[in-house]
Every structure is written in structure tokens, then in C-alpha cells.
């Protein structure tokens, strides 16, 4: 799994409801605790593959309409933990206000593991849109070096390039080992495949994103004013995985609009 890219990224819908739905269902005797999100968004970005800044988010890709060797497909990167606005602010540029709030509620299994919802609320997330074809697999794909759509990378944005900013919600479920045990660096766990103890649960994220377009993006000229729409929801390991939800992620949207048009 790439960094930027695949779709075990997709999530769960009416992930709120279902959150709700889990802690009903909660044995007799079964206590859930809170920890603070700092826990999570502090574990992210500990590797750097796919370019000079570190790995601070998975990316959202959709399917795409392939006639080989082109595809319409699409990535995109969002600083839900807000790792890239930290990158920017160590390298000299001015804070992009992102804001970050939320929970994390962990509920004690039978089985010693613990269920671990996390719930996480992005303010002014830096946001870049990419190509993306699944078929093309030399070079590797990645969000930062596929030609861009929408928005600027970190590195673009410290060299002049404008910033698209985004309000994100990510909700994620997954069974740690015991409770209290340490929150996963969701890039290196989900999407590079490093091993780690944690069973994925449920993912579920969505945004929406201000900034400018790229004429690659076809909306209009460089830099018309456009607008990027996020939803990944699927049912991952709960599913049928039968026609066209076999992957388990029956929306995959990443949708840019000029705005005014």
C-alpha cells in the first residue's frame, strides 16, 4: 500500500451512528475510557518514503475509468493531524492555522485487546489533489509526485505555491493489544504494511477544501478558484466484497468544482 494511494483507505458510512451503535452493544461490566487525541495525532509522520516531508496522512483515491495507459482517477492528501502545517512552521512559514480536535474512546474487550474509536476534527488542513492510476505501477505512485489538480504539497507551498485549506472529520476504529497501549502511525500501518499488533475496525473520512485549481484539473484556466470534496466510506472487513462494492468502499469520492461555475 502507498502512502498516497490504495483503497483500504476507504471507510465506514454513517460512521457516527455506528460508533454509537458499538458502545450499546458493550458487555456487562466492560468500562470505556477516554484518552486524549494528542495520543494519535502525536504517533503519525514517523516515516519519510514518499518525498522530503514526513508521511503525515494517507491518501483518499477514487476508482478509476482506465484505457490503458490513461486513467481519470484521482488522489488526495489531507493534513487531518496536522503533520504538514508543523513541517511548514519548522521550515520558517507561517502557521496556516490548522486546528485539531477530538477524542478517543477505548473500550476493553474479552478477549484482553481493546476497541479504540478515534475521532478527529481538522481545521484549515492543507489539501493537494493529484492524478492517480492504478494500473501504472513504475513509478510507484505517489500524491507529491504525480502531476497535480488541485492545491500545493508542502514543499510547494514553501516554495511559493498557494495553499488549499480544508474542515476534515475522520472517524477510526481499529483493536489494539490492551487498552492503554500505544496508538499506530496510521501511514506506516495501513498504507506501507508494516507490521504492527492493531486490527482494523472501520474508516470513515470526509472534507471539504478551499483553494485553487490546476488546468490539469480541466475546470478553467491555473489558478481558477475551485473547490475539493471528500467522501470515503466502505465496510472494509464487514462486507460481501460482491460486484461493485467488492472492495468494500461503495462511495470513493474525491470531487473538485470551480466555484462560481
Same mark, same amino acid.
Given at each position: ?33 477516554? #484518552? ?24 483518499? +483515491?477514487t476508482s478509476a475509468t482506465c ?6 482517477? #484521482? %488522489? ?9 502545517? #508543523?513541517?511548514? %512552521?519548522?521550515?520558517?512559514?507561517? +502557521? ?28 484549515n488542513a492543507l489539501t493537494f489533489v +493529484?492524478?492517480?492510476?492504478? !494500473? !501504472? ?32 472529520? !475522520? ?41 485553487? *485549481?490546476?488546468? !490539469?484539473?480541466? *475546470? ?15 465496510? *472494509? ?25
Amino acid at each position: 500500500m502507498n502512502c498516497y494511494s490504495n483503497r483500504i483507505t476507504r471507510c465506514l458510512p454513517a460512521a457516527l451512528t455506528l460508533t454509537l451503535c458499538v458502545f450499546c452493544l458493550r458487555p456487562a461490566g466492560a468500562q470505556s475510557t477516554h #484518552r486524549p487525541i494528542t495520543d494519535f495525532t502525536n504517533a503519525q509522520g514517523t516515516t519519510s518514503v514518499f518525498g522530503p516531508t514526513p508521511d503525515y496522512a494517507i491518501g483518499f +483515491s477514487t476508482s478509476a475509468t482506465c484505457i490503458p495507459p490513461q486513467c481519470d482517477g #484521482r %488522489i488526495a492528501v489531507v493534513d487531518y493531524a496536522g503533520g504538514g502545517n #508543523r513541517y511548514l %512552521i519548522s521550515h520558517g512559514y507561517p +502557521s496556516l492555522g490548522t486546528t485539531i480536535s477530538g477524542d478517543i474512546l477505548e473500550r476493553p474487550l474479552a478477549d484482553g485487546r481493546a476497541e479504540v474509536t478515534v475521532t478527529l476534527h481538522t481545521t484549515n488542513a492543507l489539501t493537494f489533489v +493529484s492524478t492517480w492510476n492504478p !494500473l !501504472l505501477v513504475s513509478p510507484p505512485q505517489s500524491a507529491t509526485t504525480n502531476p497535480r489538480l488541485f492545491g500545493s504539497t508542502p514543499t510547494e507551498v514553501l516554495a511559493g505555491g498557494k495553499p488549499a485549506l480544508a474542515d476534515s472529520h !475522520l472517524v477510526l476504529t481499529f483493536k489494539n493489544p490492551s487498552p492503554g497501549a500505544a496508538m499506530p502511525d496510521v501511514v506506516a500501518w495501513l498504507a506501507l504494511g508494516n507490521p504492527a499488533p492493531q486490527e482494523l475496525v472501520s474508516l470513515y473520512f470526509d472534507s471539504t477544501a478551499l483553494g485553487t *485549481l490546476h488546468a !490539469l484539473a480541466g *475546470l478553467g484556466p491555473e489558478d481558477t478558484p475551485g473547490k475539493c470534496v471528500i467522501t470515503e466510506t466502505g465496510v *472494509l472487513f464487514r462486507g460481501t466484497f460482491k460486484g461493485a462494492t467488492s472492495d468494500g468502499f461503495p462511495v470513493e469520492s474525491v470531487d473538485l468544482h470551480a466555484i462560481g461555475r
